[in-house]
């Protein structure tokens, strides 16, 4: 018999400067409790799931910036009845935050999610690596994305998990445009990749149609998914977040690269599908039989390189 899991997508609306860790801690016990209903045992919330996207404002109050967006420790006692309420429900979830840590005397943030187990307690961390955006004030621009000026790059590398009987890996947001991030997973035996994003509607770079943001996000989660053999669980938060848009979309892809549920809102929303995790397996052993098919000998250059460079053959 083939091992299935019903797992969830946990959309989060807008969450405004104003609102507090508690009405969202409140929300997210809400949206877990409704996946829940629906038979879900594992629940992916968006990445920076606790306040508002903040990277698109520029803060020089450090301090401040670390009392209103940064969590000192995960769970605190505001999140606790969210770890609490999974350990009564029995459900599994992935969440993101921004991560306060001092190490060697230092104190040190991330752009963090963590793998919480069905007892309550938190079974792994993940550090985003693919850190978008810029450091400096672009006062010209609609909004900022300062994702460089707040965080540094993720220091614990990709990793998976063996998780509620399936091997499961975690990524954030920009880490689902880099083919290496899902690789990496995969390499592992990833059979579940989960996800948070914020993306915005606009493009802060060069004006570009919402349509093609969205289509840019589907194709790529299909892809991934395919690519790697595995299901894709990926949950936004969205909405019009103090006066700036963010897309929704949240998808769950099957390992065969087909959307099996999308959301339909900007809004709290929560979608489900019972996931056959031995898909993943057939596909691993098949078209993406790694061991089989992979020539590492001919991607020296993918660890080597990082920016491209013109190297023709004929010189
Ligand atoms: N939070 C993100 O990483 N957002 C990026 C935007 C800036 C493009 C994304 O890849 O969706």
């Keep these: 018999m083939s091992r299935h899991m019903k797992i969830a997508a946990a959309q989060l609306g807008p969450i405004h400067l104003a609102d507090s860790r508690e009405a969202v801690v409140k929300r997210l016990i809400a949206l877990m409790r409704e996946a829940q209903s629906q038979g879900a045992r594992f629940i992916v919330f968006p990445e920076l799931a606790l306040t508002t996207f903040f990277p698109r404002w520029w803060m020089k109050d450090q301090s401040e910036v670390d009392r209103r967006f940064f969590e000192a420790s995960m769970p605190s006692p505001v999140t606790q009845p969210l770890f609490d309420e999974s350990k009564r429900l029995g459900v599994g979830f992935y969440i993101g935050y921004g991560e306060l840590t001092e190490e060697a005397g230092r104190m040190r943030r991330f752009n963090t999610a963590i793998l919480v187990g069905p007892d309550g307690n938190v079974v792994g961390k993940y550090r985003k690596v693919h850190l978008p955006g810029h450091a400096d004030h672009k006062p010209q621009a609609a909004f900022q994305h300062l994702e460089k000026k707040y965080f540094e790059v993720g220091d614990i590398g990709f990793k998976v998990w063996r998780f509620m009987d399936a091997i499961t890996g975690m990524l954030i947001c920009n880490d689902r445009r880099w083919p290496e991030a899902f690789r990496m997973l995969a390499l592992q035996g990833a059979e579940i990749v989960a996800l948070g994003f914020n993306t ?116």
């Design 200 to 315: 915005p509607t606009e493009n802060l770079h060069y004006p570009e149609p919402p349509a093609l943001r969205v289509h840019h996000h589907l194709i790529m989660a299909q892809s991934m998914a395919f690519q790697n053999a595995t299901w894709l669980v990926e949950t936004a938060k969205c909405g019009v977040e103090d006066g700036f848009r963010m897309f929704g979309h949240s998808v769950i892809v099957a390992p065969t690269g087909e959307i099996a549920a999308k959301t339909t809102t900007e809004d709290d929303e929560v979608i489900c599908f019972n996931a056959d995790i031995d898909l993943a397996q057939n596909l691993k052993q098949t078209m993406f039989n790694f061991a089989a098919h992979r020539r590492p000998e001919h991607y020296k250059l993918i660890i080597e390189r990082i920016g491209a460079e013109v190297t023709p053959a004929n010189g």
